[in-house]
DNA sequence: AGCACGCCGACT
DNA sequence: GTCGGCGTGCTC
């Protein structure tokens, strides 16, 4: 009786593939067990999915499993499920999230040499040649190349079909050969069992609350919390509930953004829970990964601490998995297989039976909505704290920093105090404004900034395509439009060390390598910088000195991006600037903005989350967006604008004819039209329930072959 | 993804 | 007339 074997591969198709199981392996094949298989001309490691003794597409000549690679599955049955549907919810491919959740070392591949035949060195010699072959032939007489070597080397066209020619006439041999097999290696026996310690003195309410989640941990069964709150405090409910799963036995998943790893965090770890902890991010050498993910595999790690990829950990008994910061986007990975971190821990701890906290001090809106919905929103805000915030018009203003600013930085910089200064990175493109009644042109239909075209004079919707000729004067007032000035952190740095010539100022963008990052916030840190200028970047840091003066300049270039976040998307960044603040009565934020009176400013400004919450919320309800409905962006990329066109429209009707119930937003250029001379068209689908994406999408998402990015908002 | 096949445009 | 572009389909 023949055994068959259903086989998913890391490719970008959906599909599972059916091998023969041969004799000799029966007794070792199981579900979750990577193999090698021969796959068209080459050889892959897939993973068993499921076994079955009837062959299910009979007629159709099936091959034979080439190797398996593992005595013991490396995913257990629940891990695969849950694979599997969280490469269903975000529309990636499972065979390339379940390659991704390994070590790179756990995956084979065949690899082509090509090596030069005798025929071949004679040929050269005697026989006319094309140019092109005459190169190839001439570069294998050094030596052999593997294919991709060629690739990169030559930059010939269709270098693939040359090379099968060659091989047919004798000229070049093509050998396939796997790459070496890495031994399983042996771990060393971590033999000291650090003590816990986890005492924590909890206030009263992050007490109840901890008492609560344990209670939850303790049961079982899949519960979801959003803790609603300052770091501090959530951090010592954490400690808390890692305790308490420890101590019935279960393990702790603990998700982080890239960012706040840092070294402090990383000692704290250490300290209070020793060997027990693993580390999973991506900063780790592969080696160092790959020794990681070892030792949770192992079972020797009870708590995995880690950034987005760390919830692949393969760990089965988890009986709490926390998402901090979980407003942090870094937990969507956009590139294949593209996932969210944050809805993939939903579906981990539901399958598991597991608890799940979420923590955040300023909640995604959809995030926070669904919580207070659904009754599991826990709040340990403190006693709120009032800063001292001035906003200044900065329409009023001629230059960058206006004369009242230049007073207040002054002041600051005569006692010595440290002055920190933010610009948001300036937007890719331009947009209009009435300088005199403050009106943005915006699309009808989607309510998105429209963007300024130059070359052709328009303004365009970058959501659903919609374009306008550029109006000269306000359709509101009459009155002349302006550009808006998009100033980056360069000009205001200028500006800041022509007006203060005697401080030390300096400024800090990703277009700094990160030695030089370092550098710069290693200089403020120890107080040899006076004014600090930054973008996001500046930010989203962990370790920063508190300053005196926060200077917050045009918050509002976020606020004009094509993004129907960017109220929330404001209304945080200025939250987060604002945390810099020192802790005494004396420090100040100052915003200055040509937007005074935009309530995601207003109320940053305030530090009224809850308000800002409502108002937002509103406006959603109003214009169907998230939390309201659900929104899959599709992003189409290609070399030619005309074929993308083309084939995104063919797109957009196959999902048209799958559902009526789709609004369809586009297509339409992308908010940045072009990468590195590829074309950008994109795409924006509304429904009220994911399912009715899902199944309009299907088909559309199958056939399509232009290179598509997806993402899912809900 | 990687590769083979097949149908339309610019050229030895 | 052919070479070769890439649009399409298939890989167990």
Request: net charge positive.
């Amino acid at each position: 009786m023949t055994l068959y074997a259903e086989v998913i591969l890391p490719l970008p198709v959906s599909q599972a593939f059916t091998y023969i199981v041969p004799e000799p392996f029966i007794g070792s094949a199981r579900a979750g067990s990577r193999v090698l298989v021969p796959f068209s001309q080459r050889m892959l490691t897939g993973f068993i999915i499921g076994l079955r003794k009837r062959s299910p597409t009979p007629g159709i000549p099936l091959k034979e499993i080439a190797e398996i690679l593992d005595g013991e599955p490396v995913f257990s049955s629940s891990f695969l499920s849950f694979s599997r549907k969280l490469s269903d919810y975000f529309y990636s491919s499972w065979g390339e999230l379940l390659q991704a959740s390994l070590p790179p070392s756990f995956i084979l591949k065949s690899r082509t040499r090509l090596s030069l035949t005798e025929k071949g060195t004679a040929a050269l010699e005697d026989r006319v040649l094309s140019e092109e072959e005459k190169k190839v032939l001439s570069f294998l007489q050094k030596k052999d190349y593997s294919l991709l070597f060629l690739k990169r080397r030559l930059h010939l066209k269709g270098l693939s079909a040359l090379l099968s020619r060659l091989e047919k006439r004798g000229l070049v041999e093509i050998q396939r050969s796997m790459e070496r097999i890495k031994k399983k290696r042996t771990l060393p026996v971590t033999g000291s069992q650090a003590q816990l310690e986890l005492d924590f003195s909890l206030d009263a309410i992050s007490r109840q609350t901890a008492d609560r989640i344990s209670a939850s941990i303790k049961s079982r069964s899949f519960t979801r919390f959003l803790l609603y709150g300052p770091a501090e405090k959530r951090e010592s409910v954490y400690f808390q509930l890692i305790k308490k799963s420890l101590e019935v036995r279960k393990k702790a998943l603990f998700l982080l953004p890239e960012i706040a790893l840092t070294q402090a965090l990383r000692e704290k770890f250490e300290k209070r829970l020793g060997e027990r902890a693993a580390l999973l991010h991506s900063r780790l050498s592969e080696s160092k990964r790959e020794l990681e993910w070892l030792r949770i595999k192992e079972g020797e790690a009870e708590v995995v601490v880690g950034s987005r990829s760390a919830l692949f950990a393969p760990l089965d008994d988890i009986g709490l998995v926390i998402v901090d910061e979980e407003q942090d986007e870094s937990y969507y990975q956009q590139e294949s297989p593209s996932y969210d971190a944050r809805k993939g821990a939903w579906l981990r701890a539901k399958g598991l039976g597991a608890t799940l906290v979420y923590g955040s001090a300023l909640p995604r809106i959809s995030a926070f909505f669904r919580a207070r919905k659904r009754g599991y929103l826990v709040n340990l805000e403190g006693k709120k704290e009032r800063k001292k915030v001035e906003i200044i018009d900065s329409r009023r203003e001629r230059r960058a920093i206006s004369r009242k600013l230049v007073v207040r930085i002054s002041e600051r910089l005569k006692n010595k105090e440290p002055v920190l200064v933010f610009l948001n990175r300036r937007g890719y493109a331009s947009y209009l404004f009435c300088s005199e009644c403050n009106s943005v042109p915006r699309c009808q239909r989607c309510d998105i900034v429209l963007t300024f075209h130059k070359r052709d004079k328009s303004l365009v919707c970058h959501y659903c395509g919609y374009s306008t000729p550029v109006a000269v004067d306000c359709p509101d007032c009459g009155r002349r439009m302006s550009r808006s000035r998009a100033l980056g952190i360069e000009a205001v740095e200028e500006e800041l060390r022509d007006i203060f010539p005697q401080s030390r100022v300096r400024s800090l963008a990703t277009d700094l390598s990160r030695d030089e990052q370092e550098n710069v916030l290693r200089s403020y840190n120890r107080g040899n910088t006076d004014i600090l200028v930054g973008t996001q970047l500046l930010a989203r840091q962990t370790d920063l000195r508190p300053a005196s003066l926060v200077v917050i300049l045009f918050p509002e270039i976020i606020l004009t991006l094509p993004d129907y976040r960017a109220s929330e998307r404001t209304f945080r960044a200025i939250s987060r600037m604002m945390s810099f603040l020192g802790p005494g009565s004396d420090a100040e934020a100052i915003i200055q903005t040509a937007l005074p009176d935009h309530f995601s400013i207003r109320l940053a400004a305030s530090n009224d989350y809850r308000s800002f919450f409502l108002e937002e919320l509103s406006f959603r309800r109003l214009l169907n967006y998230p939390p309201f409905s659900h929104l899959v962006e599709i992003l189409f990329q290609g070399e030619n604008l005309r074929n993308l066109a083309r084939q995104s429209r063919r797109f957009m009707e196959r999902v048209e004819k799958g559902s009526a119930d789709i609004e369809i937003l586009g297509p339409g250029l992308a908010p940045v039209p072009k990468v590195r001379g590829r074309a950008r068209v994109q795409v924006i689908l509304k429904a009220s329930r994911k399912e009715i994406l899902d199944d309009a999408l299907r088909e559309p998402m199958r056939t399509a072959r232009a290179k598509k990015t997806v993402l899912v908002h809900e």
